[in-house]
Nanobody, 115 residues
Framework: QVQLVESGGGLVQAGGSLRLSCVASGIKFSNYGMGWYRQAPGNQRELVAAIGSGGSTNYANSVKGRFTIYRDNAKNTVYLQMNSLKSEDTAVYYC?????????WGHGTQVTVSS
């Protein structure tokens, strides 16, 4: 059974930082590309950042220079370090794992940035 469990969300003031974590189980983690998505009320889910199995990364333009995605294959964990947070970063953040046609999602963690 595949599980992706996110943690690290919460309430933070604008300009602050949070680090999200996603622990995966039930998959060979090192073979999977991992991603962070977010969805704000009334909006579609959007890609925030992704990291391939080889370590390549890509980011949404809105978070470049502020967010960093990285992974620890020994811990089956992907992280999202979020700095200089803005009110528009408020959303539920979801972890994803993908390999070929396989796609898995976590249940999400709420991030709220107060201005």
């Amino acid at each position: 059974q595949v599980q992706l469990v996110e943690s690290g969300g919460g309430l933070v003031q604008a300009g602050g930082s949070l680090r999200l974590s996603c622990v995966a189980s039930g998959i060979k983690f090192s073979n999977y590309g991992m991603g962070w998505y977010r969805q704000a009320p009334g909006n579609q889910r959007e890609l925030v950042a992704a990291i391939g199995s080889g370590g390549s990364t890509n980011y949404a333009n809105s978070v470049k220079g502020r967010f960093t995605i990285y992974r620890d294959n020994a811990k089956n964990t992907v992280y999202l370090q979020m700095n200089s947070l803005k009110s528009e970063d408020t959303a539920v953040y979801y972890c994803s794992a993908t390999s070929g046609p396989l796609y898995y999602w976590g249940h999400g963690t709420q991030v709220t940035v107060s201005s």
